[in-house]
């Protein structure tokens, strides 16, 4: 099956540092996303990439589409403590009923003050 | 706008006890719902999807069941809990209709089988 690797499983930056997480696949997507999970909760989404090449802001976060379909990299920029979580990647393969979403296993985000 | 609800937030249960987790959605007509599993905080496991009332795929063999009785409503459901059962149960939905749309989650479910 499809299989998304994130790698570290945990980062650890000072605050006001910039960070890039990257994930990757052997597979071709057609969708990206990318999530945030705080403890207790469930994942908001953070930024969603539709097209091969795609560059997206959302405030201090940027992600990029690769060109391949097969990665997508997140870049957050002037880190602040409440960046802290659990940063997950999906894609996303087929179309209509048959279409399913593969989760990274999440690279965990600690920033010193 | 859209939101999605769990119900209850944490729940803790004996082993061999059965189980019923609910997740509601507003805001929006025929979804795709979802029923995952995660362990030890992280890794997210598909457990279940739906494309309509009464249409329940199964993603992995185990002791849990899925259930669509209303178009917004999906019911994770168990005769008898396991150990193994133990974790966050996160519901989510999507468009329905089309392929590949992002999905939205709820705040989760922490169950404890002791």
């Known amino acids: 099956g499809q299989q998304l690797n994130q790698s570290p499983q945990s980062m650890f930056i000072q605050e006001g540092e910039d960070v890039s997480m990257n994930c990757t696949s052997s597979s071709i997507f057609n969708t990206w996303l990318w999530y945030k999970q705080e403890p207790g909760e469930g994942p908001v989404l953070l930024i969603a990439?539709?097209?091969?090449?795609e560059l997206t802001s959302n405030g201090r976060l940027t992600a990029q589409f690769g060109i391949t379909r097969k990665d997508s990299f997140l870049n957050i920029s002037a880190s602040i403590p409440s960046d802290v979580g659990i940063y997950f990647c999906a894609g996303c393969f087929g179309a209509g009923a048959n279409s399913k979403l593969t989760f990274g296993k999440g690279i965990t985000l600690s920033v010193r003050p | 706008s859209q939101t999605i609800h769990q119900w209850p937030a944490t729940l803790v249960q004996p082993v061999g006890s059965p189980l019923s987790l609910e997740c509601t959605v507003e805001?929006?007509?025929?979804?795709?719902l979802y029923w995952y599993r995660q362990a030890a905080g992280r890794g997210l496991q598909l457990l279940f999807y739906?494309?309509?009332?009464?249409?329940i795929s199964s993603e992995v063999p185990q002791n849990l069941s899925a259930s669509r009785p209303q178009d917004r409503q999906f019911i994770l459901s168990s005769k008898k809990l396991l150990l193994s059962d133990s974790g966050f149960y996160l519901c989510a939905w999507s468009r329905g209709g089309a392929g590949c749309e992002t999905q939205y989650f709820g705040p989760g479910t922490r169950l404890l089988v002791l």
């Open positions: 805001g929006t007509s025929n979804p795709n």
């Open positions: 739906s494309i309509g009332i009464g249409q």
């Open positions: 990439l539709y097209k091969a090449g």
